[in-house]
């Protein structure tokens, strides 16, 4: 079962603008990772963010982690053509191995 | 170095047919993950091999599927009697060691059961 809800299930923008993605989950986790997708074939993994840390930056990637409220976001700042792709968040729980993904949100940036 | 290889990309099989998935994990890799991704599905897990043995088989969806994994390296996902609901793209993924937490994805068998 998806563990997992992302929000929006599609966005699209501007190249240049930037993009929020968010993710919501529903059990206690050690980690929450974002994964992205181009044309349906291999994930390509973006970031990971531990169940005690609250923000983290990587290159024009930005996720934030609220445990509280058990939901993540990913914003991507000016965004790029290359940037379309779905993008998919996933989390690993205490003692667990396996990743539980999110229904990820199909990101397209218009040139 | 290389990363994680699947074969074959593309799978068409008539339904009541085995088929089998083959994952060549990244070198070194000891840990090892089966997902499937389906319309309406989204990602699931399948299975998890550590080294040759599997603590968690918890996603197989129904005693049609097994996996196996021979030397600590290449596993192969079998569907025996394939049935048109099998029809997906099979991702493994591996990972460092147990407790690695990222996992590094090849690009997919996309099988069709028609």
């Known amino acids: 079962s998806q563990q997992g809800e992302e929000d929006p299930q599609a966005l699209s923008i501007q190249e240049g603008e930037n993009a929020t993605m968010n993710c919501s989950y529903k059990?206690?986790?050690?980690?929450l990772q974002w994964y992205r997708q181009n044309s349906g074939r291999g994930l390509v993994h973006l970031i990971l963010?531990?169940?005690?840390?609250r923000e983290k930056h990587s290159g024009r990637l930005r996720v934030t982690l609220d445990t509280s409220k058990k939901s993540s976001s990913l914003l991507i700042t000016a965004s790029r053509a290359a940037d379309t792709a779905s993008y998919f968040c996933?989390?690993?729980?205490?003692?667990?191995?396996?990743?539980?993904f999110g229904q990820g949100t199909r990101l397209t940036i218009n040139p | 170095g290389a990363g994680v290889s699947q074969s074959p990309s593309n799978k068409v099989t008539e339904k009541g047919k085995d088929v089998e998935l083959r994952c060549d994990p990244i070198?070194?890799?000891?840990?090892l993950y089966w997902y499937r991704q389906s319309l309406g599905q989204g990602l699931e897990f399948l299975i998890y091999?550590?080294?040759?043995?599997?603590?968690?088989k918890s996603g197989l969806p129904s005693d049609r599927f097994s996996a196996e994994r021979t030397g600590g390296s290449v596993s192969t996902l079998t569907i025996q009697r394939t049935q048109q609901e099998d029809s997906a793209v099979y991702l493994c993924?591996?990972?460092?060691?147990?407790?690695?937490?990222?996992?590094?994805f090849g690009p997919g068998t996309r099988l069709l059961v028609l």
């Open positions: 996933a989390t690993r729980s205490q003692g667990a191995q396996k990743l539980v």
């Open positions: 059990t206690s986790i050690n980690n």
């Open positions: 963010i531990r169940s005690n840390e």
């Open positions: 070198s070194g890799h000891t840990a």
């Open positions: 091999f550590q080294g040759n043995s599997a603590p968690d």
């Open positions: 993924a591996s990972s460092s060691e147990t407790g690695q937490e990222t996992q590094y």
